[in-house]
Protein backbone atom coordinates (compact mmCIF):
# COMPACT_ATOMS: atom_id res chain seq x y z
CA UNK A 1 0.00 0.00 0.00
CA UNK A 2 1.59 3.78 -1.15
CA UNK A 3 0.47 6.44 1.27
CA UNK A 4 0.68 10.19 0.64
CA UNK A 5 0.66 11.95 3.78
CA UNK A 6 0.74 15.82 4.45
CA UNK A 7 -0.50 17.76 7.89
CA UNK A 8 0.51 20.66 8.94
CA UNK A 9 -0.18 20.20 12.73
CA UNK A 10 2.37 22.88 13.71
CA UNK A 11 -1.25 24.51 15.59
CA UNK A 12 -0.44 21.81 18.20
CA UNK A 13 2.94 23.29 19.73
CA UNK A 14 2.60 25.46 22.46
CA UNK A 15 5.42 26.51 25.04
CA UNK A 16 4.33 23.56 26.72
CA UNK A 17 4.75 20.88 23.70
CA UNK A 18 7.87 18.72 24.14
CA UNK A 19 7.07 16.46 20.58
CA UNK A 20 3.85 15.08 19.27
CA UNK A 21 3.54 11.35 17.89
CA UNK A 22 1.23 10.85 14.71
CA UNK A 23 0.01 7.63 13.37
CA UNK A 24 -2.36 6.32 10.46
CA UNK A 25 -4.47 3.83 11.25
CA UNK A 26 -7.00 1.58 8.92
CA UNK A 27 -10.36 1.27 10.97
CA UNK A 28 -13.24 -0.69 10.22
CA UNK A 29 -16.34 -2.92 12.07
CA UNK A 30 -16.83 -6.42 12.35
CA UNK A 31 -19.73 -8.33 13.66
CA UNK A 32 -17.13 -9.07 16.89
CA UNK A 33 -15.94 -5.37 17.06
CA UNK A 34 -17.30 -1.87 16.50
CA UNK A 35 -13.44 -0.96 16.11
CA UNK A 36 -10.79 -2.66 14.68
CA UNK A 37 -7.79 -0.81 14.11
CA UNK A 38 -4.23 -1.72 11.59
CA UNK A 39 -1.34 0.96 12.15
CA UNK A 40 0.10 1.26 8.98
CA UNK A 41 2.18 4.47 9.39
CA UNK A 42 4.07 6.78 12.81
CA UNK A 43 6.20 9.01 13.38
CA UNK A 44 7.43 11.68 16.06
CA UNK A 45 7.68 15.40 15.20
CA UNK A 46 10.15 16.62 17.69
CA UNK A 47 9.15 20.49 17.32
CA UNK A 48 7.06 23.18 15.24
CA UNK A 49 9.92 23.65 12.65
CA UNK A 50 9.15 19.88 11.37
CA UNK A 51 5.26 19.73 12.00
CA UNK A 52 4.20 20.89 8.43
CA UNK A 53 5.58 17.14 6.12
CA UNK A 54 4.73 15.52 2.88
CA UNK A 55 5.82 12.45 2.82
CA UNK A 56 5.34 9.55 -0.05
CA UNK A 57 5.86 6.37 1.39
CA UNK A 58 4.83 2.53 1.75
CA UNK A 59 3.06 1.30 4.63
CA UNK A 60 5.47 1.05 7.59
CA UNK A 61 3.71 -2.03 9.05
CA UNK A 62 2.08 -5.03 7.45
CA UNK A 63 -1.92 -4.60 6.64
CA UNK A 64 -2.47 -7.89 7.73
CA UNK A 65 -6.05 -9.45 7.08
CA UNK A 66 -6.29 -12.31 9.49
CA UNK A 67 -8.80 -14.57 8.18
CA UNK A 68 -9.75 -13.33 5.15
CA UNK A 69 -12.24 -10.99 6.74
CA UNK A 70 -11.12 -8.00 5.30
CA UNK A 71 -12.06 -8.42 1.31
CA UNK A 72 -14.27 -6.11 0.32
CA UNK A 73 -14.86 -4.31 3.65
CA UNK A 74 -14.87 -0.58 3.76
CA UNK A 75 -12.59 1.16 6.19
CA UNK A 76 -11.45 4.81 6.97
CA UNK A 77 -8.03 5.76 7.26
CA UNK A 78 -7.79 7.76 10.71
CA UNK A 79 -4.46 10.10 11.29
CA UNK A 80 -4.49 9.97 14.93
CA UNK A 81 -1.99 12.09 17.04
CA UNK A 82 -0.65 12.74 21.16
CA UNK A 83 0.36 15.84 21.96
CA UNK A 84 3.15 14.65 24.78
CA UNK A 85 3.40 18.02 26.73
CA UNK A 86 6.91 19.27 29.03
CA UNK A 87 4.54 19.32 32.15
CA UNK A 88 0.76 18.07 32.49
CA UNK A 89 -1.78 15.75 30.88
CA UNK A 90 -1.20 14.63 27.72
CA UNK A 91 -3.64 15.09 24.66
CA UNK A 92 -5.08 13.33 21.65
CA UNK A 93 -7.08 13.95 18.73
CA UNK A 94 -7.56 12.59 15.29
CA UNK A 95 -8.88 13.13 11.85
CA UNK A 96 -10.75 10.32 10.15
CA UNK A 97 -10.99 10.20 6.46
CA UNK A 98 -14.14 8.02 5.15
CA UNK A 99 -14.45 6.01 1.88
CA UNK A 100 -12.35 3.25 1.36
CA UNK A 101 -12.91 -0.06 0.22
CA UNK A 102 -10.55 -3.27 0.11
CA UNK A 103 -10.94 -5.77 -3.00
CA UNK A 104 -12.89 -8.37 -2.97
CA UNK A 105 -9.96 -10.80 -4.32
CA UNK A 106 -6.26 -10.57 -3.34
CA UNK A 107 -3.70 -12.48 -2.35
Do not use: C
Not at 9 to 32: D, I, R
Not at 42 to 55: Q, R, S
Not at 73 to 97: C, E, Q, S, Y
Request: hydrophobic share 40%.
Amino acid sequence: MTLNISADLSSLFTWNTKQVFVFVAAEYETPQNALNQVSLWDGIIPAKEHAKFLIHTTNKYRFIDQGSNLKGRDFNLTMHWHIMPKTGKMFADKIVMTGYQLPEQYR
